[in-house]
């Protein structure tokens, strides 16, 4: 029995897609644990609108995604209690769009990292004794969101709640958001 690549690398993407949107965005975002030194020590959700970057091209040619960003929209509507904004990545640099500064002064980034995982499969046939290899590699992209200070050009760097699906993302970093200020409030 002879087994193509595309029928093992669809079997394995129907697994790994099965696998990891089993637990809800929820459930995912609770393990994240209060990050201080990511999130702005003077952010307040209740003076700052957030400036979220728009989501890439998968082009790499620093054009955005309508698609993609429609979808981190929706789950910012679900996800996030803050005011924001989406907005593309030379609207955040240029300080004369969004130029009040008590009120935008924070953008969140975000970030693409593609992990790349191959296993190889042999299958040994009983009858003939002969053994088949595949070895399919599939690419994983997990998108991570974060803080950039637009007034002083610091980056706080990324939440590393990244995960494959955009709505988990947010509910993460939306989490770690909530938690870092329960903390230091002591709540």
Excluded: W
């Amino acid at each position: 029995m002879k087994i193509s690549k595309r029928v093992v690398c669809l079997f394995c993407l129907l697994i790994s897609v099965g696998f990891f949107s089993c637990e809800s965005a929820k459930k995912y975002a609770s393990k994240v644990k209060a990050m201080p030194n990511h999130i702005p020590g003077d952010f307040n959700p209740d003076r700052h609108i957030l400036l979220f970057q728009e989501m890439p091209s998968r082009k790499g040619d620093g054009s955005g995604s309508p698609g993609i960003t429609k979808k981190m929209d929706k789950a910012l509507q679900k996800y996030c209690p803050y005011k924001y904004k989406i907005v593309t990545p030379a609207e955040i640099l240029d300080l004369s769009k969004y130029s009040d500064t008590s009120v935008y002064k924070y953008a969140v980034l975000n970030s693409l990292r593609g992990i790349t995982r191959t296993t190889t499969t042999t299958v040994t046939h009983a009858s003939t004794g002969t053994s088949t290899s595949v070895s399919p590699s599939a690419t994983t992209t997990y998108i991570n969101y974060g803080f950039y200070d637009r007034v002083n050009k610091i980056e706080y760097g990324s939440t590393r709640t990244g995960n494959p699906f955009i709505k988990k993302a947010i509910a993460a970093f939306v989490k770690v958001i909530e938690k870092t200020i329960a903390g230091r409030s002591g709540k």
